[in-house]
């Protein structure tokens, strides 16, 4: 490293792995070192925690829920990693669903596919541009029905996740998403809930639990009834 | 991996190094762990050109120059790291401009810095929440000056490129840009020349290179004129 001896700018630089924007970041590289020791090395858990810190940094607004997000965000990006590479197994289909924000018809179709599939996949979500948070009239709307979005946050689209879908689903991001071979795709076309009172997003929710039903049919798992 | 006998949709996967979406990934991928031995991993170079792909991808329209766009960000962003922790000597200090879309206002800051630095600093910009594509009425403002803009496109900001820098210059991103001990931070208070006719993004386009001739000064550079 240079220093500028008009600037004086490159003190302080150069001094690799002791620099970190938030000491919990630090912490959190270790331990998803440790969770991950003989799959992935130090330097691909640091550029994944600084990388999903980043990701959900610029665009979340509720920064009190940033260090529990980027846990989980680095966590289960790691994991997709993990399962891509055949390093961890996979026991259930992994359904990925793609929508813009992040906010709506992902996250419905996220918590629905839980709910009604009884273990029998695993299930992400992301958006190609997502919002700064959950669209309220979703909450609501999902809410009513017994389930819980109150750990689920937009998040932007990772190859990780794409690589670790068998099937992916997309809904109105247009081709915002990597194709990998070997992955389905399917487009569901459903009305944007964004500024939608709630009586039309119950609408949209219904509709995709229709989906949702239909999909796990055809991947010869019967959907469960919703808890009452 | 586990074949789940029900669906037959783990068929394909499992295949480690195997999958790229696009065949030119590979090759990108292969060159760059070249590019950079010694100094990353095989591994951290596939995740750079695939987070870089996705990360265009998700918002870029122009899907023509995805493949050049890809090459440069993810060389660049390698750069900026390979940068942080000391293994590729900075000689002169690094700015990073951010703004929301990277469309507009870090675009012209960053052509400008370039055009009147004589060489004497090194430029990136980066937006929390990327456009489609630049700002046609800022391409026009800056072609104007006989600068070029050809090459420039808009990117979301990366842990790396922050890292990299000496000055971070942010310009109505909010927050959205992580602090970094030993890194320099300013705010710009500039129009969002979204949507305004060229007029006024002449008039935004000039006070950028106002403020840009007042940064170089104070590193202790001597601003250029702009080529005639």
């Known amino acids: 490293m240079t220093d500028s001896s008009t600037t004086g700018l490159r003190a302080g630089k ?7 924007p938030e000491e919990y970041l630090r912490r959190l590289a270790s331990e998803l070192t440790g969770k991950f020791s003989g ?11 600084l990388g999903s810190y980043t990701g959900l940094l610029r665009t979340s607004t509720v920064k009190a829920h940033l260090a529990a997000n980027t846990t989980r965000f680095a966590t ?10 055949g390093a961890i197994e996979t026991p259930v ?10 906010a709506g018809r992902s996250q419905m179709a996220a918590v629905l596919t839980n709910a009604l599939a009884g273990g029998n996949v695993h299930v992400r979500s992301a958006g190609s541009a997502p919002a700064h948070e959950l669209n309220p009239a979703v909450v609501a709307a999902i809410t009513e029905l017994g389930l819980d979005l109150s750990e689920a946050f937009p998040k932007p689209l990772t190859d990780d996740v794409v ?8 809904m109105g991001c247009g081709d915002a998403c990597p194709v990998y071979p070997g992955t389905r795709y399917r487009d569901w076309d459903l009305t944007d809930p964004a500024d939608l009172p709630i009586e039309e ?14 999909l796990l049919t055809g991947l010869g798992i019967t959907p469960t009834g919703l808890p009452t």
Request: proline share 3%.
């Open 14 to 20: 150069g001094m690799p792995g002791l620099s970190y």
């Open 39 to 49: 799959i992935f090395g130090a330097e691909t858990v640091e550029r994944y925690v």
């Open 76 to 85: 289960d990006r790691l994991t997709a990693l993990a399962q891509a590479k």
């Open 93 to 102: 289909p992994e359904v990925l669903f793609v929508c813009e924000q992040n």
């Open 163 to 170: 690589q670790a879908a068998d099937i992916v689903i997309t």
């Open 201 to 214: 997003v119950r609408i949209i929710r219904d509709q995709i639990r229709k989906n949702v039903e239909e």
